[in-house]
């Protein structure tokens, strides 16, 4: 007796009504089992060998994990195996490495040196990666993850700034914020107009929704209420950029909308942002990197339109 099939007929084989033999593939020569499916007859082959090894191989390896590595639980607890490795302390040796290595360039931004920093394109293209993480997971909520603002937040990524689009100005509003509890958080208010008579709330409302458009009608009464009582904070063209937080309105990108019906609430009532001092969430080092970020995003508004 062998271990093939081939040459060991079995009870069970099927056997040729004909001849009396069994039946052989003529292919393979194997004798077929006597199983049929719709004309498909199985062979009796042994069963493969590197099957049998693989089956055997797992069993071996699977006893020297459970006895090497972290495997069995105990309840509350579990097997520490004979390396004693520990997926938790090996995640925090990892993220320390990863921490010690981010400090060592970042420690380079506590200078605020801006100029000098813009100048390094070795230190400032990796840098901005971890700012844009930076500006992801602290402003995007706010100002939208490309800086394009959003209702009751300013945009970042065009040339109209409240205080100033350099990195020094950006990095001194991130620090003290606006409104915010800081004791030197910048200020402003939009007062409520509340004083002007109703006809004269509604022509000072259709001039200055009519501003992004460019066709307020500088001759009517309503560029005169304005030049009485908004140009002093938000120029005389409306296009802001006196550095006293008021914005400009005649750009696309209004903080509190510019359709007439918004236009009348600012009016009526007011309006007063806030955004949070960011001194006591992150380091000086981050605030002067994310103001660097922040800064170049007009260039990169312009870059993606092309």
Known sequence: MTDDPRLNPQDDEEIDPHT??????????YDTTGHDWNGIRELNTPFPKIALWALALTVVYSIIAWVLLPAWPTGQNYTRGLLGLDQGEMAVERYQAISADRNNWLAKFETGDFATLQADDTLMLPAMVAADRLFQDNCAACHGSDGGGGPNFPALNDNYWLWGGDPETIAETLHVGINSLNEDARFAQM???????????????????AMPQGTA????????????????????????GMMNGAPSLIDHAVIYGQDRASVSATLRNGRQGVMPAWS??????????????????????VEGQK
Do not use: M
């Open 20 to 29: 009396g033999h069994r039946e052989v593939d003529p292919v393979t020569g």
């Open 191 to 209: 007062p409520a107009f509340d004083y002007l008579e109703r006809g004269e709330r509604i022509a000072l409302t259709d001039y200055v929704t």
């Open 217 to 240: 009608d500088p001759d009517g009464a309503g560029a005169t209420l304005f030049a009485d009582n908004c140009s002093s904070c938000h120029a005389e063209n409306g296009g802001g």
């Open 280 to 301: 006591g969430r992150l380091t000086t080092a981050e605030i002067n990197l994310l103001a660097l970020y922040v800064a170049n995003l007009p260039q990169r508004a």
